[in-house]
């Protein structure tokens, strides 16, 4: 019965990650791919002070987005789990929030760009009310804006798994609390938190797997001023650089493998799976 799994996962999974693996080792001129074997991509890579600013970019990007979202996403779970009373309120209010994301993630992001420009919505609104007497330049084409986008894109990602284990959380837990005298945050941190991790460790490794891997966003809503590793490997794409984006790849793919095995470590996350 696992057999047909196993097949789709031979050929969908593990042949192509094997094949990037054995193309990260070739070697490439500007003309042409060689299938020798050679470290050179590697040794490039880990010996670039350039490489070494681009992932310290990506993990600024990924700390500051699941920050953001861990406490949107945590906020909004809350609230919805146990300060709405009926289940039909908290599927509408729920639904509510996913509206939009029916929309493609480019043109939500995209949308941001006139929101954000220099005579945008953002800039008017803040002139007109007298808080700068001029357009602010970080608000578009910064880290600002991407990890703004970043942000907008990918809280539901961490909000869905933390409300869902919100749901299960058994209510008599919190009424105990109360009656021996927890007050509001007592219970938050002591009960709610530590029965919430598998959501969070959940959300956790959506949002830093799917930010550790975005290129585009990053091209647009930085105007092609900062990278990650998602770029860089694009980069190397559209200069037909083969060998050296697949040992990028590679390289990442493990760090995003080490990142995930040290959350797994912290919680069990099978329980809610």
Known sequence: MVSPLMAILLFFLVLPVGMILIVSFWQATEFSIIPAFSFENYEFLFGSSVTFRVFMNTFKYAVVTWVFTLLIGFTVAYFLAFHVRTQRWQIALFLLCTIPFWTSNIIRMISW??????NGIANSALM???????????????????????????????????????????????EAARDAGANGAQILWNVIVPLTKPGIMIGTIFVITLVMGDFITVRFMSGSQSANVGRLISND?????????????????????????????????????
Request: proline content about 4%; hydrophobic content about 60%.
């Open 113 to 118: 760009i006139p929101f954000l420009g220099r």
């Open 128 to 174: 007109s009310w007298g808080v700068t007497d001029r357009p602010l330049e970080w608000l578009l084409f910064s880290d600002f804006a991407v990890i703004l986008a970043f942000v907008h894109l990918y809280t539901l990602f961490m909000g869905v798994p933390i409300f869902n284990t919100m749901m299960r959380i058994d209510k008599s837990l919190i």
């Open 237 to 273: 794409i559209a200069l037909l650089a083969y060998p050296s984006a697949a040992a990028t790849a590679i390289v990442l793919l493990c760090t995003v493998l080490i990142v995930i095995a040290t959350l797994l470590r912290f919680v069990d996350i099978r329980k809610e799976l």
